[in-house]
């Protein structure tokens, strides 16, 4: 699975896009981009994934650039709930029902009033 | 909520004794995955199962060992405890998808807190 690089903390002020980004320059055409969350020791929380288009839920919209080395997660109007270290992991399309998670060190996000 | 269940929440315990986790899957899905979190190394995977059947080994130490049962639920075993294994113990699971690829997204559930004295 591709290396993800991502900052590791960023600063958002509460009611303003929190835009996070990731690098994923070596991500492979069969790869996906999920992110996850995870609040304060609490079970890691799914947002979002995809593969080549942009994609949105209720929760966030993922960019991801043309060449998909990069891509964005975008929290549209961030509250103090989503503090969080946000991962963004990149895993191959499953075979045979595998799939395991690699989680690097992630973003600490920090919603400030 | 996630719909996945772990049991207990938290559990103390002491060096060389053997903890069982337990962990219940979302209804319907096939695979269970165990994830160790601990301060210095960050979430890390350790084992994976799917219909009863392992499917995949992390860095999971000769002393821990895994199984899924008929019911699908899993329980994770803790031996010879050392301080160095304490730790939030995460189970995640997820559906097949007919082949479809990446889109079996993990669910997590709430985590068992080990502490090892």
């Known amino acids: 699975d591709a290396k993800t690089t991502q900052p590791t903390s960023m600063d958002c002020a509460e009611g303003r896009a929190a835009n996070l980004p990731c690098n994923h320059s070596t991500i492979s055409g069969n790869e996906y981009v999920y992110w996850y969350r995870q609040i304060h020791s609490q079970g890691p929380q799914y947002i979002i994934h995809?593969?080549?288009n942009n994609e949105t839920n209720e929760m966030a919209s993922l960019i991801i650039t043309e060449d998909r080395k990069s891509s964005t997660l975008i929290l549209p109007h961030a509250t103090l709930r989503d503090t969080a270290v946000y991962y963004c992991?990149?895993?191959?399309?499953?075979?045979?029902?595998?799939?395991?998670?690699?989680f690097g060190q992630g973003t600490t996000l920090q919603v400030k009033p | 909520d996630s719909g996945v269940t772990q049991t207990p929440k938290h559990l103390i315990t002491a060096t060389g004794q053997r903890v069982t986790l337990r962990c219940s899957p979302r209804s319907g899905d096939l695979s269970v995955y165990w994830y160790q979190q601990s301060l210095d190394q960050g979430l890390q995977f350790l084992i994976q199962y799917y219909n009863g059947e392992e499917r995949a080994k992390g860095n999971i130490l000769e002393r821990f060992s895994a199984q899924q049962f008929p019911d699908l639920h899993s329980e994770l075993n803790l031996s010879s405890l050392e301080l160095g294994d304490s730790a939030l113990y995460f189970c995640a699971s997820s559906a097949p998808t007919g082949g479809r690829g990446g889109r079996e997204t993990q669910y997590f559930g709430p985590g068992t807190r080990l502490l090892v004295l």
């Open positions: 992991i990149v895993r191959v399309g499953s075979s045979g029902n595998t799939g395991k998670l690699i």
């Open positions: 995809g593969l080549k």
